[in-house]
Structures are given as structure tokens and as C-alpha cells.
């Protein structure tokens, strides 16, 4: 047997089935096993391993016994001349493990030996490459004199980053994500050690090859991606908190004696995890602190604009007249996410600003105390929904925020690269979801024979070569890859000359059930046509939905019907779309058509109960993926059903509004 392969499993399914994938091509020409040991996912991962991979040995924990344990389950049943321990949620290269064993033939005093691992955005992954703990390597770490100063020898022994990323070298340690082993150094130290639950098993398992006299190689000759964490994500563990506990146990294991550095090093964790504690809680406070700012200074504005002066209001009323205000426009814009998944988005930030605003207006109608501010209110209102929608825009127009934030309403500027039926059948999946986030601009052709034409009305905008000036040109935010049209080495080799920090790449398996990312894995399955939970047909959302449809329709008949009639005696009748607003504000009043709502030709009415009304404007009104068939209206129809509420509305008013405005 030349190649033993173990993977430790935990609720990545996605992840895993990929991972298994690219691994048999890699492991082609060689006589090899799989072991997965399962630490008691709950996502199906043992139902599709014994469904879609049969020839991998199974191991199927009851409780999740940690990672150093679960691998050596695996180890001890093993019979390769080299152990490959390697993470679920990894691809790796055709060449990845023939290039590896090839070095391991040509060093015969290499007992370990890790590659190249890349991020999913083509950066170097640093734990790749490691030195082991001291004081002085805990102290640049801790400060951040190592990444301030990446080239010092003196300040970046940890991660090594001042090596050539393509040089293979000794190491202290490499990381645990990717590991091959001889067989007679494991037989020699043992497994690793199982104190470890989670991280530091590998930085021991290293220390314990270099005592024996091995060597700890880096060998970039091959590459992979690792999408780090993913198995954490889906747990309940307190990744720092094991972390740091592994380091102090790193420590006390090998360097008890000398009561200095241990306190030194234990003194370093310490500071680190304050440091990481305190800044995942204080990083979203410069948003916070912008948004109010802007809400105070917007209140100072309207007062000059209704007092002709500042400060000219009671004494009582200072600090309220600011701080109130502020603090129910943050909360509004906290709790749509705009500090956290949605820094940067436009629509969001305008639905909640408006949001806060009509709560601040019904605090100022119902306290006599402020009634003197309503108009100074108002006026805040109207410069807070430009300013702080404003600067976010500002923000994304230059760049900044990730790829997930430069989205749409319907979808991240995405291309799929290839063009044969797999990438088709990505496409046609990709336009069924409804809520999908991916708003398809072209095919990427693999041999450059087909540029300038067209697959299912996309066209073919470019090949894998000119990719990267695609990405600029076109503002892509995702780049889908189909496994069964692009090599993984091709996929490797474009994800490492990325040159774009707002690009994700992502993998669609064979199976074309989920797409495979940095962020997370996307189900590509179609959503039930059986679903008894509606948002739609809940009373708080109805009662909400119905208070909007008859004040702001009847608000609308009141002050803008007269205004239209008149415009309209001098307009041609195809110059605005106005008359059209104005025939069904009647039956919005009226309850029969809704703001917001079903199309027209939708039967959603019928499925939903009587929440489902036809809309003015809708998901579907507003789709711009081009024309969509029955089913894909349908699946359009259930999402919005399933997920309505009052700020999905707003969103889609905002879209709609957005698409006025650029029409000529």
C-alpha cells in the first residue's frame, strides 16, 4: 500500500464530498485508501459517504472525541508506506500527492512534509509554515511586531514570512490542514497526542518528529486550498478559547522547566486572547460611531434650518435632542445587520434609517416635551437617509468591503467559467433561486474558441486567461467553477494569480447540489413546494404589511395624484409609468392589491391564503436575469412568501426605485 489517506469529518458534508473528489484524482496511479472518521455530524455526511463514496473506510463516531483522537482511530488501521492526514474542507491538485511522495524518495532524511496551502482568495495561508513557540516568537506575535514588520528575521520567525512562499526549506512545523508522514516515524513517536481536542496536536506531533531526528519540510513544488474553519463554524466549541488552552498545553508539555518562559508564554496567550476578545467586540464601533455621528449632525442642521441658529432649544432637552435619536437609528441599522453581514449595503441602510426615523417620529408625536422638534426631525430624517446610505455607497464605489457586500438585491456580479452543459445546468440552477445572491454576467471560456457568443442568451465574455482583467473590468464578486469542466490544477493556478481582495471563487461538484466557498456552501436544491410556515400568511406580518399598503396609498392619493393629473394633461402617456402607480392605488387602499406582492399572472394568492396578493412591485417585477420560466416564478413566489417582512418590502421599493431612476 504506497498512500493511506485520513480526513476527520465534522458537519462539512459539502466540503467533504469535494474534498474526496479531487483526492482520487490525486491519488491515481498509486495503490491507496481512505479512511473519513465522522465525529458525529448531523448534516448527512455518514448518509452520503456510504451512498456516494462506498470504498472509503468509514469510521462513524457517536460523540465527537476531537480531532487528535478521531485521526488516530484512523492511524492505527492504516497500512500506507505514507499517511496523509488532511482536512475535509481542502482541494487539492492532481499532481499534490505524486509530487510530495516524490520528495520523500529524493530526501531520505524528510520524515514530514506539508505543501503550498493556499486561502480561497489565492493568499497565502501562514500556518503553513511555522517556527515553534518561544518567548521572543510569542512577543512580535502578540504586538504585532510580526506583521508589521514581515520581512524581519528578527520579528517574523512565527509564520516565517520572510522566506520565499515558493522556496522548500526545514521548518519547525507545518500545519495540520495537510500533513504526510512515513510510516516508520509514526510507528517511532506514536499518534498524536489526544490531550490535544483541538489545535497544537500538530505543532506537538511536529516537535515530537524533529526530537526523533526527522526533518519537517516545506515543499511548495504543489498547492492547495484549505477553506479554514468551516468545521468550527457549524459547532458550538469557543475557537479561541481551545486554542489558547492548546497552546498552554503546548507549553507546560515542553517547557515546564524554566518556570520563566512558561509564565512569559502563558503571559503572551493571555494578552492575545484580550487583544482578540476585545477587538471581535469593538469592531464594528467606527460604523456605529460614523452612523451617529451623522444622525447628530443632520439634528444640528435641521435646527439651523428651522431656528436660523444652534443650540436654540431648552436646556432639558440637550443631551436627548442628539443621543435618542442616534442611538434608535443605530439599533435600526444593528438590527439588519448593517455592523455585521451587511456592512455596506445601500438598500438595507436606507430601509433602516427610514425605519428608525418613523419610530423616532412616533416618539416626538406622543412626547410633548419634544414637540417642538418635529420639523427639525423631519428635515434629520431626510439628510440621514442620503448621508448614511450615502457613505456606504461611497465606500463600495471605491473598492472597499467584501465581495458578499457588493451585492445586489438579486445577486453578486458572477461569472461561470466554462461553457459545455455543466456550466448550463449551473446557470439554470443558479436563476431557479429565488433568494440566491448571484446575478449571472457571462460564461468564461475554457479554449477561447467561443468568445463573443452566447449560451442560454449569456454571453461568453472572456477566457480562464484573461480572467483576472475580467474581474476589474466587470466588478465580479464570484467566480463558479464546475469540477467536471475545469481542471483542479486549472483551478488552482487561476485562484493563485488572483489579484482581486473582492473575489470569491467557488466550486460546483459533480453532484450540482451546492456551491462550494469561502463564505459557506450554498444549497443549489430547489425549495419545497410543501411548506406550512409561512412569513406571508403570520398574523404580525399581515396586520404590518396592511398598516403600510392603506397610509401609504392613501398618503399617495392625497399628495400625488392631483400633482400627476395635471403633469399628465401635458405629457405624452408613454413618458412616465406613473398612471399605471395611480390606477391600482385604489385597490391597494382597498385591500385587493398590495405595495409589494405577487405578480400578476402568479397564482401565489392561491397557495398562500390571503396574504398573497398581487403586487405593484415584487421579486419577480423586479427580476433582471432575463425572462423566467413557470417554475422559476414559482420558486420566485414561495421565497418571498416564506421570507416576507416589512424590511424585504422596503429593500424591493428601494430596488424598484433604483431601476426608475436608470431607465432613459
Known sequence: MDVSVIIVNYNVRGFLSNALTSLQKALDGFSSEIFVVDNASDDG????????????HLIANTANVGFARANNQALARSGGRYLLLINPDTLVQEDTVAALVRYFERDPKAGMVGCKILNPDGSLQLPCRRSFPTPWTAFTKTFGL??????????????????????????DAVSGSFMMVRREVYEAIGGLDEEFFMYGEDLDWCYRVQKAGWKV???????????????????????????????RLFVRKHHARSSVF???????????????????????????????????????????????????????????????????????????GLYSRSKLSVSRSFAAVFGGFVVISAVVAFEKDFAFSRMIMLISGALSLMMIPGWRLLLRLLGAGDSAERATLFGRRTVIVGTGPAATDILKKLRARAGGGYSVV???DINRKSIGETVADVPIIGSVETLNRLVEEHRLSEVIFSSDAVPYATILRIIAG????????????????VIIG????????????????????KLPNRMAKRLFDAGGSLFLLISYAPLVYFTRLFTPKRASGAPELLRRLPSVLAGRWSFVGFSAESEGGNRTGAAGKPGITGLVQVHDGGPLTPEEREQFELYYAKNQSFML????????????????
Open 649 to 664: 418590502d422596503l429593500e424591493i421599493i428601494v430596488k424598484t426605485l433604483q431601476r426608475r431612476l436608470r431607465r432613459p
Open 146 to 171: 510580526s506583521t508589521l514588520f514581515p520581512n524581519s528575521r528578527l520579528f517574523a520567525r512565527y509564520n516565517l514570512t520572510y522566506l520565499d512562499p515558493d522556496g522548500t526549506y526545514e521548518v
Open 442 to 444: 457571462g460564461f468564461v
Open 498 to 513: 488572483n489579484r482581486s481582495r473582492f473575489v470569491n471563487f467557488r466550486l460546483v461538484p459533480t453532484n450540482l447540489e
Open 217 to 247: 519540510m516545506y515543499v511548495p513544488e504543489t498547492s492547495i486550498i484549505h477553506y479554514k474553519g468551516e468545521s468550527t463554524k457549524r459547532s458550538d466549541i469557543d475557537e479561541l478559547k481551545v486554542f489558547y488552552n492548546a497552546m
Open 518 to 537: 469561502k463564505p459557506n456552501i450554498d444549497q443549489l436544491g430547489e425549495l419545497p413546494l410543501i411548506e406550512l410556515d409561512y412569513n406571508i400568511a
Open 45 to 56: 455526511s455518514v448518509e452520503l459517504l456510504r451512498r456516494d463514496f462506498p470504498g472509503v
Open 262 to 336: 512558561e509564565w512569559f508564554i502563558y503571559s503572551g496567550i493571555g494578552v492575545r486572547k484580550f487583544l482578540a476578545d476585545a477587538g471581535r467586540f469593538l469592531r464594528p464601533f467606527p460604523m456605529v460611531a460614523a452612523d451617529m455621528t451623522i444622525v447628530a449632525i443632520t439634528i444640528l442642521a435641521g435646527e439651523y434650518v428651522r431656528k436660523g441658529a444652534l443650540l436654540t432649544l431648552p436646556e432639558y432637552a440637550y443631551p436627548w435632542v442628539f443621543l435618542i435619536p442616534a442611538l434608535i437609528v443605530s439599533g435600526t441599522l444593528a438590527l439588519n
